[in-house]
């Protein structure tokens, strides 16, 4: 059964970085895309940035120049280097694939605040 696994949140203050951390669990294959997404109370969940197999990077508009997505696939893991983090950016990130359907991490909640 595939699992996802995701970490690296906390509370950091304006201008500051974090890492999240995303890793794959109960499959012994490539996996396609991950993704981070982040959902923020009352709105839809959003996506963040994508790697596709092959390590090609999408991004929002609202993250572009300040994330990085980054992937190693021989752990099928992803990580999100956020830095320049904003008030905005305060939220509950996740985890994503897509393998037949859709896989979720448990969420890692990410705090912007002096």
């Known amino acids: 059964q595939l699992r996802l696994a995701d970490s690296g949140g906390g509370l950091v203050q304006p201008g500051g970085s974090l890492r999240l951390s995303c890793a794959a669990f109960?499959?012994?294959?490539?996996?396609?895309?991950m993704s981070w997404y982040r959902q923020a109370p009352g709105k839809q969940r959003e996506l963040v940035a994508r790697?596709?197999?092959?390590?090609?990077?999408d991004y929002a508009d609202f993250v572009k120049g300040r994330f990085i997505l980054s992937r190693d696939n021989a752990k099928n893991a992803i990580y999100l280097q956020m830095n320049s983090l904003k008030p905005e950016d305060t939220t509950v990130y996740y985890c994503?694939?897509?393998?037949?359907?859709?896989?979720w991490g448990q969420g890692t909640q990410v705090t912007v605040s002096s």
């Open positions: 994503n694939t897509l393998w037949g359907e859709n896989y």
């Open positions: 109960g499959v012994n294959f490539r996996l396609g895309f």
């Open positions: 790697s596709s197999e092959d390590g090609a990077t």
